[in-house]
């Protein structure tokens, strides 16, 4: 089973910009996840979406969006960007199982490396 | 709040030795205690995780965890270290009981010196 996919790898873009990140989550897998690490701040939650509605949101001003479609396949969009946009953005999708998906583990791609210069 | 900590942020250990990478926990209700390990430039990959039941947990690549409600830790542990162990760890909760929010640890660099 292929795993979960995302590009670009890389992106280069200038302050003001803005720019799309594309995921494809694992066969099945109906939750999607973003997350943005950095060297300073770590590994922060940014969203996630669940048959196409964001169900829980992070801590980041509205720049960041994101959007879920029906065959669960998912994109990020940062508008307006700044320098301290610069990370590398992780997308992750889970299995749900039952009532409860507390115990759903994450299966991460990759991640695309955006550098805002 | 949920939260997890890592006291270590790098972990130096012999080729061969156990190792034990510390994780100490925050959180209201069942914790839902998760180990992922991330190596250079690549996504995070789930080690093992902890919902209820036996408190020694076991993964994958021959690593487990150890958790103690009582110290509310849950270190993760391997009887012996080989060099391709070495990679950044991270310890993680899960803030939602029906979605996907989790909180990661800082994470801790472990270095497994041939």
């Known amino acids: 089973k292929a795993g979960v996919t995302q590009t670009p790898r890389y992106l280069i873009k200038t302050r003001g910009q803005q720019v799309t990140l594309s995921c494809s989550p694992i066969?099945?897998?109906?939750?999607v996840s973003w997350y943005q690490q950095t060297p300073g701040q770590g590994l922060q939650f940014l969203f996630e979406?669940?048959?196409?509605?964001?169900?829980n949101k992070g801590n980041f001003p509205g720049r960041f969006s994101g959007r879920q479609f029906s065959n669960s396949r998912s994109e990020m969009n940062v508008s307006t960007l700044e320098l301290g946009d610069s990370a590398l953005y992780l997308c992750?999708?889970?299995?749900?199982?039952?009532?409860?998906?507390?115990?759903?583990?994450?299966?991460f791609g990759n991640g695309t490396r955006l550098t805002v210069t | 709040a949920q939260s997890v900590a890592q006291p270590e942020d790098q972990v130096n250990v012999a080729e061969g030795n156990p190792l034990t990478v510390k994780c100490t926990y925050s959180?209201?209700?069942?914790?839902?205690l998760f180990w992922y390990v991330q190596y250079p430039n690549r996504g995070l990959q789930f080690l093992l995780k902890?919902?209820?039941?036996?408190?020694l947990v076991k993964g994958s690549y021959g690593f487990e965890a150890e958790f103690n409600k009582s110290q509310t830790s849950f270190h993760l542990k391997k009887p012996s270290a080989l060099v391709s162990d070495s990679a950044l760890y991270f310890c993680?909760?899960?803030?939602?009981?029906?979605?996907?929010?989790?909180?990661f640890g800082p994470g801790t660099r472990l270095s497994v010196l041939p």
């Open positions: 993680a909760v899960n803030r939602d009981n029906y979605g996907q929010n989790f909180v």
């Open positions: 992750a999708s889970s299995l749900l199982t039952g009532t409860s998906t507390a115990d759903s583990p994450l299966h």
């Open positions: 979406y669940f048959s196409e509605t964001q169900r």
């Open positions: 902890y919902i209820t039941g036996d408190n």
């Open positions: 959180v209201s209700g069942n914790p839902y």
């Open positions: 066969s099945g897998h109906r939750s």
